[in-house]
């Protein structure tokens, strides 16, 4: 698939850099030798980089839903939900835990989750952050990070495609190989 050129105001992502993106941020985890409990992913752009993330570290992955970019077709940040409950494959969050989402923007979604967890789950002894990319006006600072992006731009992520894509035009879409 042939994407347009990157710029400062977008930045395009193929399937193959994102999974390299993804590889090399859990070997920046693995060689600052932080060991963690239990990973928590922010839904929905944080499920496949913690998914990864779990199986790499063979650690149990929570998943937290938060949404807030809804407004101006997703394009907009407005308020911050946070879900009332986390799921999670084994036990309860406890102990050593890194958070993990692909970004850090603004960074309100990452203070306000921070601020959350360790409300919701007191036995949470120590809590660090992972992203893929994480954008130069965030008022959050990641613990590990693959690219900062200085000038903020918007990143069109392979998925993207899937935002647009309704059942009823599926059959035609796979039809003519949109995948690339």
């Given at each position: 698939?042939?994407?347009?050129?990157?710029?400062?105001?977008?930045?395009?992502?193929?399937?193959?850099?994102?999974?390299?993106?993804?590889?090399?941020?859990?070997?920046?985890?693995?060689?600052?030798?932080?060991?963690?409990?239990?990973?928590?992913?922010?839904?929905?752009?944080?499920?496949?980089?913690?998914?990864?993330?779990?199986?790499?570290?063979?650690?149990?992955?929570?998943?937290?839903?938060?949404?807030?970019?809804?407004?101006?077709?997703?394009?907009?940040?407005?308020?911050?939900?946070?879900?009332?409950?986390?799921?999670?494959?084994?036990?309860?969050?406890?102990?050593?835990?890194?958070?993990?989402?692909?970004?850090?923007?603004?960074?309100?979604?990452?203070?306000?989750?921070?601020?959350?967890?360790?409300?919701?789950?007191?036995?949470?002894?120590?809590l660090r952050s992972a992203v893929l990319w994480w954008k130069g006006h965030s008022k959050?600072?990641?613990?590990?990070?693959?690219?900062?992006?200085?000038?903020?731009?918007?990143?069109?992520?392979?998925?993207?495609?899937?935002?647009?894509?309704?059942?009823?035009?599926?059959?035609?879409?796979?039809?003519?190989?949109?995948?690339?």
């Amino acid at each position: 698939m042939n994407l347009p050129p990157s710029t400062d105001r977008d930045l395009w992502v193929s399937w193959d850099q994102y999974h390299s993106l993804i590889e090399r941020l859990a070997l920046s985890v693995f060689e600052a030798g932080w060991e963690f409990d239990n990973i928590v992913c922010l839904a929905r752009g944080g499920v496949r980089v913690g998914d990864v993330l779990s199986r790499i570290f063979d650690v149990p992955l929570g998943i937290l839903a938060t949404s807030s970019y809804r407004e101006a077709a997703g394009t907009q940040q407005g308020q911050l939900d946070i879900a009332q409950f986390i799921t999670i494959t084994r036990g309860t969050l406890e102990g050593r835990v890194l958070l993990v989402d692909d970004m850090v923007d603004t960074g309100l979604t990452f203070i306000k989750v921070g601020e959350h967890l360790r409300a919701q789950f007191p036995a949470i002894t120590e809590l660090r952050s992972a992203v893929l990319w994480w954008k130069g006006h965030s008022k959050a600072t990641p613990d590990y990070f693959v690219d900062k992006l200085p000038t903020n731009p918007w990143i069109h992520q392979p998925f993207e495609d899937y935002d647009s894509l309704r059942p009823h035009q599926l059959e035609a879409w796979v039809r003519k190989g949109k995948r690339g």
